[in-house]
């Protein structure tokens, strides 16, 4: 039963919604994190634009920072802007989704000091913290409430809070069976239906589709049960959850060579049975799906072809299209294109003059594939 998070959805986001189902398996969409505000291209202000012709189909941003009132985010772009460039977006027919690297609730830290013990429950009811916590939402719905078109009307939005919980590196992390943290399963869980009651039903917010995103690296895929216990590990129930999202850096960028080196063969086999299992849950609880951030295909992803300079065509376009479950998966976002990324799966786009220039305009033009000029109408 395909019902959302919010039965109160706004009308352009209702329609959103039920686009997104209705393609679902029929085509998967490209998106990419800072597209306009992380570039090398001079001549325009993309460069996915610059190497094919197109704006993105999913415009990613972060709103990291918005709880300490900032201007501007964690990546130093201001919220004004982000605003601006989502109601770009929409005029474009592309769809737009936030992800929120908060700081940490007890000291304050970000990337690299995000982590104190019992963070999670001193934001809950009755934790320390809770108080701030709901300030922070407060922060947060303020900015959502003010994501709007040029006619004023609220501008349908991915929301992806809590990412890679299934890692040990943020604040609301559990972790995995095999590296806990002191945070549970159930307190993330009660962490994440609580802020999305909040925002529901205190705030208003009702122009949000919610998107859960574990991490690949953590997961078990020994065998198939433990590979869906791994990915579930904390979820907080179909009630409030859009989106089974998917972070995998893991699969896509490791080396080929040296005491961590991977088989891209077999890493290619492993990202094709999460694809299938993110792909066959969300059919199961008429959830969506997506990849709400992937390693951009280089060196180890190119391994896996005959050609050097085709990884996302051989690598990531195979694994999309494998099968009728793969095929469910609606978006795959790369993150941006930071200054000193370029060597690092981290990297999002290739630029004009990257090897793989051609290879990406092969992957976004595929039959399969839609960028923001190719994309239906998802709003109607």
Known sequence: MTTPVDPQLTPRTRALFDALHAHAGEFAMFGHQGDTSAHHTTDADSDTLAVTGSYPA??????????????ENIDHVP????RSEARRAVELGAIVTFSWHSVNPITGGGYGDNLAPESVAAVLPGGAHHDKYIGWLDH?????????????????????????????????????????????PEQFAALWRMTIEYLRDVRGVHHVLYAYSPDRSRIDMTDDETLEAGYLRGYPGDEYVDVLGLDDYWDIDRPLSGPEAADPRERHDKFVRILTLIGRLGKERGRLAAVTEVGSPREFAAAYGDDPN???????????KANEYTRRALWYLPWCNFDGAEDTGAYG????????????????RDDFMRLADTLPDMYV
Do not use: K, M, N
């Open 58 to 71: 999913v415009w990613g941003a972060d709103l990291g920072r918005i709880e300490l009132g900032w201007d």
């Open 79 to 82: 919220f004004a802007d982000i």
């Open 140 to 184: 947060l719905a303020d900015f959502l409430l003010s994501v709007r078109d040029a006619a004023g009307e609220p501008i349908p939005i991915v929301f992806r809070p809590f990412h890679e919980h299934t890692g040990d590196w943020f604040w609301w992390c559990p972790g995995s069976p095999a590296q806990p943290t002191d945070t549970t």
């Open 310 to 320: 085709t990884p996302w065509t051989t690598f990531l376009l195979s694994a999309a």
């Open 349 to 364: 786009t290739p630029t004009v003059d990257s090897p793989y220039a051609e290879d990406f305009r092969r992957f976004v």
